[in-house]
């Protein structure tokens, strides 16, 4: 069976959530959600595309930003009055499900895959009919950007994405674009719009500890609360104040130097950067991807125009994979990249050396977007418990062009810009950044 069905959902939307139906429904092909904690977005975005799987055959991903997430928030979600969500599909329009998969398969050909955006190339393959991509400010914006837009414009598709903030990230820029753009369908609810969180249970939130910076996020979708728990916020503002982000063109006089982090089944990261006589470090670029083989990131390195010196690794780059006997230190000698194995410190040794040289550097504006974005938004892990965050780093996006950052870091202060500013002086102008000055 292959046909479109007209079939009633046992769903009652409330008054906002059908505002979204209604206006997707006429033709709109893109929309954001930007919904307070605990508003309903997941219930509605799951709803609209189950209804638009029995309408068209065709693929239709639900994405968050991991699989546990997916399983979690989805596969296994309730709503409000504890009915499973994936009950509002009856039974009986139902002919395959996978609990490992997380796929639905419709009676009328359509195909339901909900999925983890972490590694995103899970995505490449068929087209996508529609996509709602929740909690869009956690996820790689590679996802979108690179995977799906690309199929869903080709089939003339749907995306549909909700969030509450996470700073001014991907999702404060597509917001940005979002609201100003015609095609698209916008809608920002604070617990002030739709009552559905009273005052007094936010008090009572504030009196347990609770940042003021995550309630104005959670409840009232500030983007300007981003710099909470985060480890450089702060001194980034100082960068952009003293216009540190700006063009950096590549010196060919001096060398470049990369530092990386190496994912497995994630993404991998590199810092390209050059060091002064008079100390300042030019990070001239960033190269980011995920999924592919370390030829793939060689090739990358030896497709750009700069002449290097050093390639500085995490101490686990010469750890033996098990599958090949081999190390990836041996795989990069035999690639033609001699790595450089970074002195193995602790992470909190490691951040506070990026805090050190962070005043120091000078950023390109273009060609390290994203890796800037990372930066900025790479921060504590909080803990609901205890409702605080604690000195562990949240392990997200952000986190790998922050580690690789940090093996810079390292190096850095290691003394690997001798004859450029002292340990005396890069303390100096560290704690004229702290201070405000």
Not at 249 to 265: H, K, Q, R, S
Not at 306 to 321: G, M, S
Request: include cysteine; charge should be negative.
């Amino acid at each position: 069976m292959s046909e479109a069905l007209d079939v009633h959902l046992p769903y009652k939307p409330r008054w906002y959530q059908a505002a979204f139906e209604r206006e997707m429904f006429t033709g709109t092909r893109y929309a954001y959600l930007l919904f307070h904690r605990r508003a309903g977005k997941d219930i509605a975005c799951f709803n609209f595309l189950v209804n638009e799987a029995l309408k068209k055959v065709g693929t239709y991903v639900y994405a968050l930003p991991d699989y546990t997430q997916a399983k979690k928030v989805i596969w296994q979600g309730m709503d409000e009055g504890g009915k499973p969500l994936r009950q509002y599909i009856p039974e009986s329009l139902i002919t395959y499900q996978n609990a490992t998969d997380l796929r639905i398969e419709l009676v009328n050909g359509s195909a339901i895959q909900m999925l983890g955006a972490k590694t995103f190339d899970s995505f490449r393959g068929g087209g996508i009919h529609g996509a709602v991509l929740s909690e869009y400010a956690y996820q790689n914006p590679a996802l979108y950007d690179r995977v799906l837009e690309p199929m869903i414009t080709k089939v003339n598709g749907w995306a549909v994405f909700n969030t509450t903030p996470n700073g001014k990230n991907h999702a404060y820029d597509l917001w940005n674009h979002a609201v100003e753009d015609r095609d698209w369908y916008t809608r920002k609810l604070t617990v002030d719009d739709t009552g559905l969180i009273t005052a007094e249970q936010i008090d009572r939130e504030r009196r347990r500890g609770k940042p003021e910076e995550l309630i104005q996020q959670e409840y009232y979708c500030s983007f300007e609360a981003g710099a909470v728990g985060t480890y450089y916020a702060k001194l980034f503002t100082k960068i952009w104040e003293r216009q540190q982000i700006t063009s950096v063109p590549y010196d060919l006089a001096m060398p470049v130097y990369t530092a990386w982090d190496l994912g497995i089944g994630d993404s991998t990261a590199i810092w390209f950067f050059q060091i002064t006589r008079g100390g300042e470090i030019h990070v001239i670029d960033f190269f980011e991807d995920s999924g592919e083989p370390l030829s793939y990131y060689v090739h990358a390195l030896k497709s750009k125009p700069y002449i290097y010196q050093d390639h500085f690794f995490p101490h686990d780059v010469a750890a033996r994979e098990l599958g090949t006997g081999s190390s990836r230190q041996e795989m990069l000698y035999s690639l033609g990249i001699v790595p450089t194995i970074t002195k193995r410190l602790s992470v909190d040794d490691g951040i506070q050396a990026t805090r050190a040289i962070l005043p120091r550097c000078w950023f390109d504006r273009e060609k390290c977007k994203v890796g800037i974005n990372h930066l900025e938004n790479y921060k504590k892990r909080w803990s609901n418990s205890l409702m605080c965050f604690v000195e562990r780093p949240l392990h997200d996006d952000h986190s790998h062009a922050a580690d690789a950052f940090r093996m810079a870091a390292i190096n850095i202060q290691a003394g690997l810009d001798v004859g450029g500013m002292t340990e005396s002086q890069a303390e100096t102008l560290y704690q004229s950044y702290a201070m405000g000055v």
